[in-house]
């Protein structure tokens, strides 16, 4: 399928891994204030409907992973900040909070590339992913309240389930930064590697994923995400409901084929 036009992201397609990078560094690759919000979108829509795709890896261009917010709009109260509670709402339902519920529905494993800095909805962004793999020059924040608000775009949803309730808690009330190393401690980051090795090293990440069976791989990935809020019983009917599904295509056979010929 034809890859959507973007305004402010670079799409890269490398056989079955697709590559988007925001590319606003001249304002660190801010979400507000940009066509970012909608690049993303436009991309996460993209990829469900592409199934030549099999990986989507996220990455910044220039010094920043993502700011977040653009806090000169905060504190002149202008674009997506301007107006009363009402309006500030509703431009965050029908703006930011459109990404997590964009890449929360992606049927194919999402790998951030962490370049740098990821800040507040910057953060949550890269959490929204499958894992991450952090640079060293990465830090992390949850710095919300730091600005006096909160996480409006999910993020206090995302941050608890990926390294639990007390940790959570710590960084989002804190509001504090932590780098590459004490975010893979925490279990944020999958690895850490050099500047020079990550899209490298996250290329190799996405490619032996992008190997396997690809719709097994998206039922597996659906599979993964509906795990997360099902009852037992109704999660087994739905795996026996895929595992035939999965035995009569063809892909199944020939992975076969290929186990059986190695030695």
Not at 51 to 69: M, N, P, R, Y
Not at 161 to 168: D, N, P, S, T
Not at 214 to 234: G, Y
Request: net charge neutral.
């Amino acid at each position: 399928m034809t890859p959507p036009k973007l305004t402010d992201a670079l799409l890269r397609l490398e056989g079955p891994i697709a590559t988007l990078t925001l590319n606003r560094d001249d304002v660190r690759n801010a979400l507000t204030g940009t066509a970012l919000i909608t690049d993303l979108i436009a991309v996460a829509e993209w990829v469900n409907r592409c199934d030549e795709v099999s990986v989507l890896v996220i990455t910044g261009a220039g010094s920043a992973f993502c700011a977040g917010g653009n806090i000169k709009d905060m504190a002149e109260r202008q674009g997506d900040f301007a107006g009363d509670a009402a309006e500030v709402a509703t431009r965050y339902r029908r703006g930011i909070q459109r990404i997590p519920l964009a890449l929360q529905a992606v049927e194919i494993p999402i790998i951030a590339a962490v370049n740098g800095p990821a800040i507040g909805a910057g953060f949550d962004l890269a959490n929204m992913a499958d894992l991450r793999i952090a640079s060293t020059r990465a830090k992390f924040g949850e710095t919300f309240l730091n600005l006096g608000i909160i996480p409006g775009d999910g993020g206090a949803w995302f941050l608890q389930r990926l390294i639990g309730y007390q940790h959570a808690f710590d960084l989002t009330l804190s509001g504090r930064l932590v780098d590459a190393i004490e975010a893979k401690a925490l279990g944020i980051v999958l690895e850490v590697v050099e500047p020079d090795q990550l899209m490298t090293r996250t290329n190799e990440i996405a490619a032996r994923f992008a190997a396997q069976p690809p719709k097994a791989l998206r039922l597996t990935k659906r599979l993964m995400k509906m795990a997360q809020r099902m009852e037992l019983k109704d999660f087994l009917d739905l795996c026996a409901a895929f595992q035939g599904m999965c035995h009569n295509e063809p892909e199944h056979l020939a992975a076969l084929q290929r186990a059986m010929r190695k030695p």
